[in-house]
């Protein structure tokens, strides 16, 4: 039974940061699979904010760039988003993905880690930013 467990969520400040983790298990680790992660807010869809795939490419959504960073510790099986100069539209439910059906680099890896029957997902941590 795959596992993703996410923290790191909490409440701060315009211009603060945040640092989630994303600790999988109960899995053969693979570098096939894509993996990233994704937020949403009280009424609106899911929103894909970063991923890293198969072939190590990653992929930011326009309005993180130059602010979060998504990186991985292979050895420790945990996924990390650095979230710099957050802003109040930042808030929301963060969750971290990964894919089920490892098959290489994915065209629109933003797109993917948000269809829930193509992929594992956490609970959720809450990120929460106030003006």
């Known amino acids: 039974q795959v596992q993703l467990v996410e923290s790191g969520g909490g409440s701060v400040q315009a211009g603060g940061s945040l640092r989630l983790s994303c600790k999988v298990s109960g899995y053969a680790y693979s570098n096939l699979n894509c993996v990233g992660w994704f937020r949403q807010a009280p009424g609106k869809e899911r929103e894909g904010v970063a991923a890293i795939d198969s072939d190590g490419s990653i992929t930011y959504t326009a309005s993180v760039k130059g602010r979060f960073s998504v990186s991985r510790d292979a050895a420790k099986r945990t996924l990390f988003l650095q979230m710099n100069d957050l802003k109040p539209e930042d808030t929301g439910m963060y969750y971290c993905?990964?894919?089920?059906?490892?098959?290489?680099?994915?065209?629109?890896?933003?797109?993917?880690?948000?269809?829930?029957?193509?992929?594992?997902w956490g609970q959720g941590t809450q990120v929460t930013v106030s003006s």
């Open positions: 993905a990964r894919d089920r059906y490892p098959t290489g680099p994915i065209s629109d890896p933003l797109a993917h880690i948000v269809i829930e029957s193509l992929n594992y």
